[in-house]
């Protein structure tokens, strides 16, 4: 057992919207961890066009003493530039941020019976960047380790017991027998550590099928890098959208927590982004990283409250439905949290 890390955070809005929903996001956390400190610290597009490096040292600096980071998001452009690389892509590397954590549950339409966790492998797997032409073959290598996956079953399981859910390990061992036959192998080996957790298996497109067919029909998946990137996006659209998509990846040494959601540069300095996905991460850091389950209980039912307020950001209201903006649905946040002050 970890001991449970000191209340600091390094905050990161980055560009676009990251920049309006970040600091809310922050002021939540404020409002139910007031002991939090918290350390402003700059990367993304902005800064690399600014100083002509994307992830500063000493924003590395920060992240890696405070050990806790709140992304926003960056705007990388489509084409090559020199000199620039995703600054989050480099986080998540260089914090060893091994299980990424993907919650997906219907806050705004309830019906569909969806509560989903899905916890993703984010360091190895079809995300190895070790590609190579050889004339007219392209060539990518799927790296999967015993170590890799053991570490995130780990996590999994522990999630898993600790929220009683029934785990689902995702492959494809019937097609790659070697690779994914060797994940299947490490995470059910560490079953045996968990002999609580139910737990089962699918393949990889049988899983897409299920979740479409059935939201309710999983508790837990766990999956290599590309299948649980792709699940994962299935699951927020069957949840509430990406404003409203929350993550957190965990390593031993670090936690990152960031909205799903990119830079948005179509909404950004409208003030209409909706804040819920970043304020929801921040409490997914209250709840795993710092350990402090009731904080995150206030966010999580902070926002239910002004769901059922009925308070919409453009990007969750029905056609012709009023809308608020960023600011007022924070404020209805704020304020009520503020009230389940202890
Ligand atoms: P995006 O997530 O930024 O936006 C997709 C659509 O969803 C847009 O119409 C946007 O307005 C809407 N949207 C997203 N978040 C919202 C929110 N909180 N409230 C209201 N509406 C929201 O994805 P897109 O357009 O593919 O990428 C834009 C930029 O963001 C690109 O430069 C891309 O590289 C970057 N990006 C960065 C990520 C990160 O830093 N983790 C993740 C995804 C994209
Ligand atoms: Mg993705």
């Not at 970043?278 to 239910?304: K, N």
Request: charged share 25%.
């Amino acid at each position: 057992m970890q001991p449970t890390p000191e209340l600091t955070l390094c905050a990161i809005p980055g560009d676009g919207i990251g920049q309006e929903v970040i600091p809310l996001s922050v002021e939540a956390l404020k409002a139910v961890l007031p002991e939090l400190k918290v350390t402003y610290a700059e990367a993304g597009w902005g800064t690399f066009v600014e100083r002509g490096d994307a992830l500063p040292h000493e924003t590395l600096q920060a992240a890696k003493e405070t050990r806790a980071v709140l992304f926003g998001a960056t705007s990388s452009p489509s084409h090559r530039v020199e000199g620039y690389k995703s600054p989050i892509v480099s986080l998540r590397k260089l914090l060893d941020t091994f299980a990424n954590l993907r919650p997906a549950r219907r806050r705004l339409l309830p019906g569909n019976g969806l509560d989903l966790l899905v916890v993703r492998e984010n360091t190895e797997g079809a995300y190895s960047r070790r590609e190579r032409e050889e004339g007219d073959v392209a060539i990518a290598e799927r790296i999967i380790t015993r170590r890799g996956s053991e570490r995130v079953a780990r996590v999994a399981f522990q999630l898993a017991a600790a929220e009683n859910r029934r785990l689902t390990i995702v492959h494809k061992a019937n097609v790659r027998p070697v690779s994914d036959g060797l994940w299947r192998e490490s995470c059910l080996s560490v079953a045996k550590e968990f002999p609580q957790v139910p737990v089962d298996e699918v393949l990889v497109d049988a899983a897409a099928y299920h979740m479409v067919r059935d939201p309710s029909h999983f508790q837990l998946l766990l999956a290599p890098n590309l299948y649980g990137d792709i699940l994962s996006d299935l699951a927020s659209a069957l949840a509430d959208g990406l404003g409203m998509a929350p993550s957190l990846s965990l390593g031993t040494e670090y936690a990152l927590a960031e909205p799903v959601h990119g830079s948005a540069p179509d909404i950004a300095g409208k003030g209409i982004a909706n804040p819920i996905a970043a304020v929801l991460s921040g409490a997914m850091l209250a709840r795993h990283w710092w350990q402090c389950p009731d904080a995150a209980d206030r966010i999580e039912s902070a926002v239910d409250t002004v769901l059922m307020a009925g308070l919409r950001t453009p990007d969750i209201a029905q056609p012709n439905e009023p809308t608020v903006s960023t600011n007022e649905i924070t404020e209805a946040l704020l304020e009520i949290l503020a009230k389940t002050m202890l």
